[in-house]
């Protein structure tokens, strides 16, 4: 569970049609874009803008534990359960991302 100290957050860079998309699943946030590169660091800049938003107003956790939309969720089950990657055309990149790195990407 995240806290205003620390926690972690999903992540998901992928193709459909001709659109890269970005998605921090616990926080419900998309980026898109046409190169994935830049809609990774896009999602990591909002994401790294989101957490210090909640730091600086104190907010409640809630927040940074949101319930993410069933069609990412099945994609990061899909990804988390695949014995073989996917093809690369359509995923870029999934996995977790602690607060702290992004603090000291900064």
Do not use: C, H
Not at 32 to 44: I, Q, R, T, W, Y
């Amino acid at each position: 569970k995240n806290t205003l100290k620390n926690g972690s957050v999903r992540f998901i860079v992928f193709k459909e049609a001709n659109t890269w998309y970005g998605v921090a699943l616990e926080f419900n946030i998309v980026e898109e874009g046409d190169n994935p590169v830049k809609v990774m660091a896009s999602l990591f800049e909002a994401v790294q803008g989101y957490v210090e938003t909640a730091r600086k107003l104190k907010m409640r956790p809630i927040p940074l534990n949101q319930k993410s939309d069933k069609e990412y969720e099945q994609l990061w089950d899909k990804l988390e359960g695949a014995k073989t990657p996917l093809k690369s055309e359509e995923v870029f990149t999934f996995g977790y991302t602690p607060f702290r790195s992004l603090a000291a990407a900064r």
